[in-house]
T-cell receptor, first 117, second 109 residues
Framework: GAVVSQHPSWVICKSGTSVKIECRSLDFQATTMFWYRQFPKQSLMLMATSNEGSKATYEQGVEKDKFLINHASLTLSTLTVTSAHPEDSSFYICSAIKGRGAVYGYTFGSGTRLTVV | DAKTTQPNSMESNEEEPVHLPCNHS???????IHWYRQLPSQGPEYVIH???SNVNNRMASLAIAEDRKSSTLILHRATLRDAAVYYCILADSSYKLIFGSGTRLLVRP
């Protein structure tokens, strides 16, 4: 089956520093990847859609200069949280799909717990 | 984005079937119905999806109403490992999955 690997699984960083999270599709080519974040006891909130070789599309209210997304290959997308602050502490999750339709199920990474101190 | 409505929580006894309902009255003809579940501190896990016909896989069955305005996820024999938040989501041509609040399933031993 389709596997998405997300790294790191958890990270603690100091306020003002940047953190990079990687999302890899291990056994399929993901033309589209998605980034979500989830606060405690809340549902997942879509942050952005990432297409290989093009700029990410951000959801309303998500700062694109703060959350940098790069989808350089068909198997790798990265999310960089720049100048992190404690309010950025959250659970970040990526997902990927094969092809360009909703015909296939979506595969999710295991998530990255970011704590900014 | 099309919306879904699910009960906030449901309870089941272990080894009994569970029927999780989902209403999606504004579904369009090309929207796929997806179900995912999430355990604490984990990413969502794919359960099943379908378009018009009922679907079965090793995890569950998906029963889709004839008018497609509702669907039911069926777990044939609930286990303690099935306790999770279950999300019913409509996937449209934008490819985006927009999560609602889901149904928290509690399984009693």
């Amino acid at each position: 089956g389709a596997v998405v690997s997300q790294h790191p699984s958890w990270v603690i960083c100091k306020s003002g520093t940047s953190v990079k999270i990687e999302c890899r599709s291990l056994d399929f080519q993901a033309t589209t990847m998605f980034w979500y974040r989830q606060f405690p006891k809340q549902s997942l909130m879509l942050m952005a859609t990432s297409n290989e070789g093009s700029k990410a599309t951000y959801e309303q209210g998500v700062e694109k200069d703060k959350f940098l997304i790069n989808h350089a290959s068909l198997t790798l997308s990265t999310l960089t949280v720049t100048s992190a602050h404690p309010e950025d502490s959250s659970f970040y999750i990526c997902s990927a799909i094969k092809g360009r339709g909703a015909v296939y199920g979506y595969t999710f990474g295991s998530g990255t717990r970011l704590t900014v101190v | 984005d099309a919306k879904t409505t699910q009960p906030n929580s449901m309870e089941s006894n272990e080894e009994e079937p569970v029927h999780l309902p989902c209403n999606h009255s504004t579904i369009s003809g090309t929207d796929y119905i997806h179900w995912y579940r999430q355990l604490p501190s984990q990413g969502p896990e794919y359960v099943i999806h379908g378009l018009t016909s009922n679907v079965n896989n090793r995890m569950a069955s998906l029963a889709i109403a004839e008018d497609r305005k509702s669907s039911t996820l069926i777990l044939h024999r609930a286990t303690l490992r099935d306790a999770a938040v279950y999300y019913c989501i409509l996937a449209d041509s934008s490819y985006k999955l927009i999560f609602g609040s889901g149904t928290r399933l509690l399984v009693r031993p």
